[in-house]
């Protein structure tokens, strides 16, 4: 995969592969997001954690450029992402129209439209990347399916090849897991393992405390601010635990030590709603 | 010759006829494959509207004597942009937007024509077409624009099904989207401008949703289902045009009775989705 990532010349080596400078968002007068300042660096798996309403799928937003910041910056290499297309963010997938005449192949092709540009088609080494998208995500067997017809967490690794066929370096999911087996999981996190390996950053989204904790480099977590960004064992204090959940953690008395339990809901979050 | 074939040529000896029939399946090819996109997007109310408040600009193009459909392209592009304006904005809901520039459009080419002499005459040809009063100018004209709109729905082709499929895809790849979504107005605009002669204002929208509805059910991808689209207006069309000639219908109405009555069929015997196949799914499965 490494030698299938072309970057572009104006990339700041030096520089973070993702800077969140005082990122503030306000959505009708509430505020969304409270000035939040963080770095990830290529090749990093990071969580973002926080009970519904957070702000998580806002942020994602943001670093994605779909949504404007209302004061702050984001950098993606060291530059505003204008204009960037290094960055795929894969949103929750009930967002998009199932129902619509799209093969899967074609569906990881609008990937790379704009690598392909304008009044163009895709040539065959376009198809070939698609291809391989699909096979690095197991699902070559599937790309003539339309994409309706596939489960759930096919849909998901669908989309994740949309995101390789990208060629992104920085990668956003946001929900990937909810509502999928654990076989389904295990596949998108030894991807994402695999992609972290050839340096992409992944920035994720999840209500799974457990999953964060266990399986990635650094925790975000979030509720309207940054209360805490570090590795898991840092960030998974009582206190900060307390701060982001309010009433809803227990503790556990547990051979070597107290295990922390929060209840996150597990219902969509408010804020995807607004789209 | 067999009488079948006579029966089949028959009407076209006549040159109205002919260029009916040249009007007709040009319609029969432009609208539903910009109707594809109009029903993947859900702008079938918008579609809708825009005919109607194309009115006022065939009226008033009429009584300052320029061509009608210059008049008609005009007034549908301003209001196409002005739609898509409103739309952005929060504070007022799309549909009712739309629904007040709608209606109050569709009121001023009603009133403007009411004042003129042959109004009966001219509001039933603007509301359901005169396909059989197409000049050969008129023809050439249709043609024009329908190449331009094939053209743009070609060259685009992977931008429009982004922004269809998946706009916040879209909007991180950095696509123009505002362009996109204006442009996919301002060809809204035009179409309804060819299809004025064949099928009126009042049935402008059947040519653009029901053959691409129609084609839904049956493909399963977007290329497919402009094809089958365009096959589907084209066959409604030519059966419309002789039910018009034989029955003595209106031209338009014939048209978009069958394409109706083709949705129908397919809507029940379609292979994958259609009522029948996933009534018998249930009863094996």
């Keep these: 995969m490494a030698q299938l990532i072309t970057r572009p010349p104006s990339h700041d080596r030096e520089a973070p592969a993702l800077s969140m400078e005082a990122v503030h968002f306000e959505y009708d007068g509430t505020v ?11 090749g990093e798996l990071v969580a973002i954690v926080g009970p519904n309403g957070a702000g998580k799928t806002t942020l994602l937003k943001i670093v994605a450029g779909v949504l404007k910041p209302d004061q702050g910056s984001v950098r993606v290499f060291g530059h505003r992402p204008g204009g960037h297309v290094c960055i795929a963010y894969v949103p929750q997938r009930s967002q ?49 399916r339309q994409i309706g017809e596939l489960s759930g967490g096919q849909q998901q690794r669908v989309f994740l090849a949309q995101a390789l066929a990208q060629e992104a370096e920085i990668i956003l999911l946001d929900e990937p897991f909810t509502g999928l087996d654990i076989s389904s999981q295990e596949a998108i996190l030894s991807m994402l393992q695999e992609l972290k390996a050839s340096s992409v950053a992944i920035l994720v989204s999840t209500h799974d405390l457990s999953l964060a904790n266990q399986r990635f480099d650094r925790v975000m977590l979030l509720n309207r601010r940054l209360i805490a960004f570090g590795v898991p064992a840092e960030v998974f204090i009582r206190p900060n635990l307390l701060e982001a959940y309010g009433g809803h953690v227990h503790d556990l008395p547990e051979a070597g030590g107290t295990m922390v339990l929060a209840e996150p809901c597990c219902g969509d979050d408010a804020e995807a709603e607004r789209g | 010759m067999a009488e079948w074939m006579q029966w089949l040529v028959e009407p076209f000896r006549y040159e109205f006829m002919l260029r009916g029939l040249w ?65 952005r904005r929060a504070d007022i809901k799309e549909d009712a937007a739309i629904g ?106 059947a040519m653009l949703v029901t053959p691409a509805s129609a084609a839904l059910l049956l493909a399963r991808r977007l290329p497919v289902m402009m094809l089958l689209s365009a096959g589907i207006g084209v066959f409604s069309a030519l059966v419309g045009l002789y039910l018009s000639y ?38 094996l499965g």
């Design chain 2, 100 to 205: 007040v520039v709608f209606a109050g459009a569709f009121a001023l080419g009603v009133a403007l024509i009411s004042v003129q002499r042959s109004y009966a005459v001219d509001l039933a040809h603007i509301l359901f077409g005169n396909l059989l009063g197409v000049s050969t100018a008129d023809i050439r004209l249709m043609l024009g624009l329908g190449a331009i709109v094939m053209l743009a729905i070609f060259a685009f082709y992977k931008e429009f099904l982004v922004l269809s499929f998946d706009p916040v895809l879209a909007a991180t790849l950095r696509l123009p989207v505002a362009f996109l979504q204006n442009m996919l107005l301002v060809l809204l605009a035009i179409v309804i401008v060819i299809s004025l002669q064949a099928v009126g204002v009042a049935l402008v929208l």
């Design chain 1, 32 to 42: 969304v997001l409270r000035s939040v300042t963080a770095e990830i660096q290529a």
């Design chain 1, 96 to 144: 998009v129209d199932l129902s619509f005449p799209v093969t899967v192949a074609e569906v990881v092709m609008m990937g790379r439209i704009r690598k392909i540009g304008p009044f163009r088609w895709p040539s065959k080494a376009d198809w070939t990347f698609v291809r391989q998208a699909l096979q690095r995500v197991g699902m070559s067997e599937f790309a003539e």
């Design chain 2, 246 to 283: 034989y029955a003595d219908i209106v031209s338009g109405s014939a048209i978009v009775l069958v394409a109706t009555l083709f949705f129908g069929v397919v809507f029940l015997f379609a292979p994958r989705k259609g009522i029948l196949s996933s009534l018998l799914r249930r009863n």
């Design chain 2, 23 to 87: 009007a007709s399946l040009i319609v029969g090819v432009v609208c539903p494959v910009l109707g594809t996109y109009v029903v993947l997007r859900g702008m079938a109310f918008l579609g809708d509207a825009l005919a109607h408040i194309i009115l006022p600009g065939v009226v008033i193009a009429f009584m300052i004597g320029w061509p009608l459909p210059v008049g008609a392209l005009i007034i549908g592009v301003v209001a196409a942009l002005s739609i898509g304006a409103i739309g």
